[in-house]
């Protein structure tokens, strides 16, 4: 499949994901309150740290190896399944622990009922790795959708006629589980010929790649989930189910621009360096690619806010719309050290990548505890501080391995840089006039963000950017088909 159809169904398919999931948080965001989503979201936290914690990353092995024999592939299909089921009986016997800590006999439920998820999604994760290795975007594209309709639909009925409050996102998460082991386990078998099976002569490659991943996920682990834990406990399951709603809407962009580019750009980027094309070309070309759209994307929900908050979950959360611009900065952070896990990957230097995140763990906690002591905006200063400091020694990393020149990414920066303030400054400027209202009517929305759309092309168009150029070049290529 072409790069410009991979990104197609790629980003088309996670636009379609987010429309169905938006009709389940726009009716839950009304019908539950802050203290139920953030039940859910410490029960969510404990089983992300136990199933990350366990991550052997058998995923990334499979779009690494440059040949992958059935041998190969049975092995690490027998370690991920393995760890799906180890991480589902620790957060089984974890759960009376995280009631305790959170204060919440909820908690203590809510997490003994997610502990399901390892084991129910351990054998998608292989099927993920073959279908981008294969290039099947339209196969995972349908699979995340019909995922996400289910627990749309099994969240909504759970809610709206059995009334079972934070259960019903549990249910749904369950409905979501499920149906990724209904459609891995039979394709794994019949489509790929695949089954969990240890042999001899690649079980010692594939522990060892396990190993130094199961220490960088250590400390990615700690650095991403334990300040949820800390918001939490600090300051209270209400103030983090706010801060996981702020979380979940800038999660919109992540899933389905960062995501989405990164599935299609990612695999072509392991095949081109493995072909022998330079490394730095490659990594900006990854890195550019994900901020071209990230940036303007972030800076337009910032400067939106309040009103996509209010809009989305209901007048209640307001709290949640004065967090999201915070976080819409930590992503634009995060974005701006795209590459550098792929860099330390292609170079085999996963044992370098764990202390480098392990690093980040620490740092990440320290913050957050000292920021969360004083309150929770003092918590997302914290949070930006952490990003900022992550994505300096990345870059570091990455130009001492060669593939950053520090003037071409600094051209990298600056040029994206002005798409993003031509992308922010229309719904500024409209914001502003508007008084900064809480609420927009469905004509002021689409001005705000029409404006913003036709700025950051024109911008695109006169600074002559290389994507548009090349989207440019697609459309003028189909309106030429079109009228042959």
Known sequence: MSAPRTLVWSVGGNFVNLFVSMVSTVILGRLLSPTDFGAFAFGITIYGMVQWLLQTGMSTYVL????????????????????????????????????????????????????????????????????LRDGRFRAYSGLMIGKTAAQTIVSVIAQVWLHWGVYALVAGLLAYGLLSLIVAVPTLAWHYRIRPGRHAEHWAEVRSFGSRNLLLVLG???????????????????????????????????????????????????????????????????????????????????????PIVRLIYGPQWGIAGEVLP???????????????????????????????????????????????????FQALWAKVADSAITALLYLAVMQRLGALRIDRWVGLYAWNGVLTIAAAVPPFLLMRHWAWPNELSIGRYALAILSSIICWLLAAALTRHPYYLHGEAIVRRRLRRASA
Request: aromatic share 8%; proline share 3%; hydrophobic share 50%.
């Open 64 to 131: 690494r190896e440059r040949e992958i024999s059935t041998a190969k592939l049975n092995t690490a299909y027998a370690v991920t399944s393995f760890q799906g089921i180890a991480a589902t009986l620790i957060i089984m016997v974890l759960s009376p622990v995280a009631g305790w800590f959170a204060h919440s006999t909820t908690v203590g439920w809510v997490t003994f009922l997610v502990a399901l998820m390892p084991a129910l999604s351990g054998p998608e994760s292989m099927l993920d790795g073959l279908w």
């Open 326 to 376: 915070w976080l819409c900065l930590v992503f634009a952070i995060d974005a701006a050290r795209t590459g550098g896990m792929e860099v330390l990957t292609v170079h085999d230097k996963l044992t370098q990548n764990a202390w480098l995140e392990l690093a980040h763990a620490l740092y990440a906690i320290v913050l957050m505890t000292i920021g969360s002591h004083f309150g929770l």
């Open 220 to 306: 990615q682990t700690g650095s991403m989930r334990v300040p949820d834990l800390i918001i939490g406990r600090e300051l209270s399951i209400a103030t983090l189910g706010y801060y996981n709603r702020a979380t979940a809407t800038i999660d919109m962009i992540s899933r389905t621009l960062q995501t989405s580019i990164a599935r299609a750009l990612v695999p072509s980027f392991y095949r081109r360096v493995n072909e022998g094309s330079p490394l730095d070309h490659e990594v900006r070309e990854l890195c550019g690619g994900l901020i071209f759209l990230c940036w303007p994307a972030a800076a337009g929900m910032a400067v939106l806010a309040q």
